[in-house]
């Protein structure tokens, strides 16, 4: 089992920034994925950005450089940093671990932490 817990969301106005933190705990060995994603209102959940366990990183295109992925491997935490902020990066977002196999998710290792608000005002 994996726990993952965010901080960091809260309000800000356009144009400003927020970093996100995701603290995991539990059988991390399992884990070679983590990421951000994020649900606004009456939307889906989409993918924000993803860190492989060998370094890859992988943006969505509407946060392409402004927002960064990283972790501390030694303090099992992944972090967001959000910059330029808009409006429409308002939404709860959520970090997610998980093992993949090729493009499989194993559905057994697949954690979500409980979300964080972000609201963005303009």
């Known amino acids: 089992q994996v726990q993952l817990v965010e901080s960091g969301g809260g309000l800000v106005q356009a144009g400003g920034s927020l970093r996100l933190s995701c603290a995991a705990s539990?059988?991390?060995?399992?884990?070679?994925?983590m990421g951000w994603y994020r649900q606004a209102p009456g939307n889906q959940r989409e993918l924000v950005a993803t860190?492989?366990?060998?370094?890859?990183?992988n943006y969505a295109e509407s946060v392409k450089g402004r927002f960064t992925i990283s972790r501390d491997n030694a303090k099992n935490t992944m972090y967001l940093q959000m910059n330029s902020l808009k409006p429409e990066d308002t939404a709860v977002y959520y970090c997610?671990?998980?093992?993949?196999?090729?493009?499989?998710?194993?559905?057994?290792?697949?954690?979500w932490g409980q979300g964080t608000q972000v609201t963005v005002s303009s």
């Open positions: 997610n671990a998980r093992r993949t196999v090729g493009t499989l998710v194993l559905s057994r290792y697949n954690y």
């Open positions: 539990g059988s991390m060995s399992s884990i070679n994925v």
């Open positions: 860190i492989t366990s060998g370094g890859s990183l």
